[in-house]
């Protein structure tokens, strides 16, 4: 079974910009939910999409959004970039059962903001 | 709320030494546990999970045990590579809510 795949791997953004990242979980998974990676926060949650449905949201300003397709596909966006807002973004999804606790990681998008 | 403790790093070993990363939760209730490995440029892959009090998570040599009566979850290798250089992280959820990571623990190993 293919992985969480995530595009585009990098980019390079200037600040005032927007960006939209996108993200394909494993087959079958309906959960996803995204981390954003700094050396200074560690890792911190963004937040998590079921159904089309935003579930569960972190403590990100409003720039931060997020949505999910029909087919589990979801995209997130940041508009007015900030320097601050480099780092690696993280994809992850979970199943609908058995393993629903356990999140499967992307190899994630990084973000350098200029 | 929840939170995770880790070893502080860098940890820096021989090939062949025992390893030991220490972590530690605090949490109101009984969570699953976990440890993720980080390669270089690279996302987070499970290395092993834990869902209940004494459950054993083990793989690719690396063991932790979910100890509720110290609420820790030390990650164990008897015998490192190379090959295990990475970076760390021990974290926690309740069912399929969000997972809260520890700061990580850069492992570097010498041959």
């Known amino acids: 079974k293919a992985g969480v795949t995530q595009t585009p791997r990098y980019l390079i953004k200037t600040r005032g910009q927007q960006v939209t990242l996108s993200c394909s979980p494993i087959s079958g998974h309906r959960s996803v939910s995204w981390y954003q990676q700094t050396p200074g926060q560690g890792l911190q949650f963004l937040f998590e999409y079921f159904s089309e449905t935003q579930r569960n949201k972190g403590n990100f300003p409003g720039r931060f959004s997020g949505r999910q397709f029909s087919n589990s596909r979801s995209e997130m966006n940041v508009s007015t970039l900030e320097l601050g807002d480099s780092a690696l973004y993280l994809c992850a999804s979970s199943p609908l059962a058995g393993d629903a606790d356990t999140q499967y990681f992307g190899p994630g998008t990084r973000l350098t903001v200029l | 709320g929840n939170s995770v403790t880790q070893m502080e790093g860098p940890v820096t070993l021989s090939e062949e030494a025992f390893l030991t990363i220490n972590c530690t939760y605090t949490?109101?209730?009984?969570?699953?546990l976990f440890w993720y490995v980080q390669y270089p440029g690279e996302g987070l892959q499970l290395l092993l999970k834990?869902?209940?009090?004494?459950d054993k998570g083990s793989n690719k040599g690396f063991e932790a045990t979910y100890r509720k009566e110290t609420t820790s979850f030390h990650l164990e290798k008897g015998s490192v590579q190379v090959s295990d250089s990475a970076v760390y992280f021990c974290a926690l959820n309740f069912g399929n809510e969000k997972l809260t990571f520890g700061t990580g623990t850069r492992l570097t190993i010498i041959p």
């Open positions: 949490a109101t209730g009984y969570p699953s």
């Open positions: 834990a869902t209940k009090a004494d």
